[in-house]
């Protein structure tokens, strides 16, 4: 079974953990390239069993990360421990761990179970222990009847778990997943990402998972560390960080969002400059002064739309005109901007029929309530 998602700690918890439940530990890791920080003082520890993505945009150090945790990389200063084990001095092929890459390393000549066997051949052993766990991790990932063709004879999905069972089948404390769905197609990468979860639920083996698509993250992780310029912003469960960002980072990486400039009149209630006088009710996030400027977050989907001659009630309301409308099936949306000048915003549509006639230039009502908004002191530019 998953671990619980709040068993999961950021750097200031692990001191009150019981290390021993812990698959992987890393204590202040910090890794410098020509003087700049590619990872700077991240801490976190991850329970046996758990499904943990590293999110985080090109650059922010999450690769860095990877090659330290693979043993690639030594890091400058910090502590990674592996089931209460250092692992710093000891290369990548002695640590607990094993790595799936997003090019998969499938030795194209040999067969299926060849490939899986590779690993354990080299371990030394026997013949018949190699044929027992070769054919219980192909049943185990549902492939039972592939073992003598040949990696080319598979489909993109087969591909995938073959290199998670030829990992697997050394059971490994830890899997490291590098991007692993990044070279399939969209239809292909949706389908897998519950096919992963469920891998890892049907293993038990704790997965740290390396990604910048924010849907891969959300979608399989018990809990998610959202990464930018080499920390750790939030460590949380996919929920938390939806719900509940802790900063305007990770309100605006995590989900789409409306992002609104504006100055904090008082507690809750945020004027945005515009032709049209509008001030928002909001929930502020962290401490934020009056008259200070602040950014206010507002999502699509909590946005209602109002259609002309229905009551439009709600804590925020703005008379709107619709500049686009972006057909996308159940994704679809507009982009309206307020009469007068007022700001400009995208906004989810109800997937019922009455909204399928809106056009561009229709003018509406759009609200929101206040609790789905957040503010907070605007970053330095």
């Known amino acids: 079974m998953p671990a619980n998602p709040d068993t999961i700690f950021e750097s200031r918890d692990l001191n009150s953990l019981d290390l021993e439940t812990l698959d992987l530990e890393c204590r202040g890791l910090h890794k ?26 090109s650059g922010c150090g999450k690769t860095t990360l990877l ?16 089931k209460g084990q250092s692992m710093l001095g000891i290369p990548p092929n002695k640590r607990p761990l094993n790595m799936v890459f997003q090019h998969l390393a499938l030795f194209p000549m040999m067969s299926v179970e060849d490939n899986i066997a590779y690993g354990l051949k080299r371990r030394g052993a026997d013949k018949a222990e190699i044929r027992h766990r070769v054919g219980d991790v192909l049943e185990r990932v549902g492939l039972p009847d592939v073992g003598k063709r040949k990696p080319d004879a598979l489909s993109g999905g087969q591909k995938q778990r073959i290199a998670i069972a030829r990992c697997l089948v050394l059971e490994p404390a830890v899997l490291l997943l590098d991007e692993p769905l990044g070279a399939l197609d969209l239809k292909l990468r949706e389908q897998m990402k519950v096919e992963l979860k469920q891998l890892q639920q049907t293993f038990g083996t704790t997965f740290v998972y390396i990604t910048h698509d924010q849907s891969e993250a959300l979608v399989m992780s018990d809990q998610v560390a959202v990464m930018n310029q080499g920390r750790f912003e939030q460590v949380g469960s996919p929920q938390t960080l939806y719900y509940q960002p802790a900063t305007p980072f990770v309100a605006g990486f995590v989900g789409d969002s409306n992002r609104l400039q504006g100055t904090l009149q008082r507690e809750g ?12 009710r909001a929930a502020g996030s962290e401490v934020a002064s009056v008259g200070k400027a602040v950014s206010l977050f507002v999502r699509p989907e909590s946005i209602t739309p109002f259609l002309p001659g229905t009551s439009a009630q709600a804590d925020n309301l703005l008379e709107v005109q619709i500049d686009t409308l972006l057909f996308d099936g159940a994704n679809s949306r507009i982009s309206v901007s307020g009469m007068h000048g007022g700001p400009e915003l995208t906004v989810r549509l109800p997937q019922t029929p009455e909204y399928a006639r809106l056009r561009e230039g229709d003018r509406l009502h759009i609200g929101w309530m206040a609790d789905q908004a957040l503010y907070f002191a605007a970053e330095p530019t």
Do not use: H, K, T, W
């Open 32 to 57: 410098q390239f020509a003087g700049q920080s590619a990872v700077a003082d991240v801490s976190f520890g991850i329970p046996s069993g758990s499904f943990f993505s590293i999110l985080g945009p």
């Open 269 to 280: 209630l945020v004027r945005i400059p515009s032709g049209q006088e509008f001030s928002a």
């Open 67 to 82: 090659r330290m945790l693979a043993g690639f990389l030594e890091p400058d200063s910090g502590d990674i421990r592996i």
